[in-house]
């Protein structure tokens, strides 16, 4: 049974910082992409960040500059350290594990909510 567990979301006032895990549990391995996807109350799910299994990692231009991927294959997990959190970055934070287009598994989501 392939399962992705997001923690670390949460309530931060405009500015803060946040780090989001995504345990992965199964058949999920390191040869597997990792991303960050986030959907806004109302709006489609966007792409937020990748890391492939060699370690290349890709932004959204929205969080370039703030927001870093990493991962750490020896615990089958990948963060997302949020810095400068903005009001607009409020949503629901969704882990992906991408091989092909039937390994394609996501986590429940983890609220994160930036507000004063």
């Known amino acids: 049974q392939v399962q992705l567990v997001e923690s670390g979301g949460g309530l931060v006032q405009p500015g803060g910082s946040l780090r989001l895990s995504c345990a992965a549990s199964?058949?999920?391995?390191?040869?597997?992409?990792m991303r960050w996807y986030r959907q806004a109350p109302g709006k489609q799910r966007d792409f937020v960040a990748r890391?492939?299994?060699?370690?290349?990692?890709f932004y959204a231009d929205s969080v370039k500059g703030r927001f870093t991927i990493s991962r750490d294959n020896a615990k089958n997990t990948v963060y997302l350290q949020m810095n400068t959190l903005k009001p607009e970055d409020t949503a629901v934070y969704y882990c992906?594990?991408?091989?092909?287009?039937?390994?394609?598994?996501w986590g429940q989501g983890t609220q994160v909510t930036i507000s004063s």
């Open positions: 890391i492939t299994s060699g370690g290349a990692t």
């Open positions: 199964g058949s999920i391995s390191s040869t597997y992409a």
């Open positions: 992906n594990a991408f091989l092909d287009s039937l390994k394609n598994y």
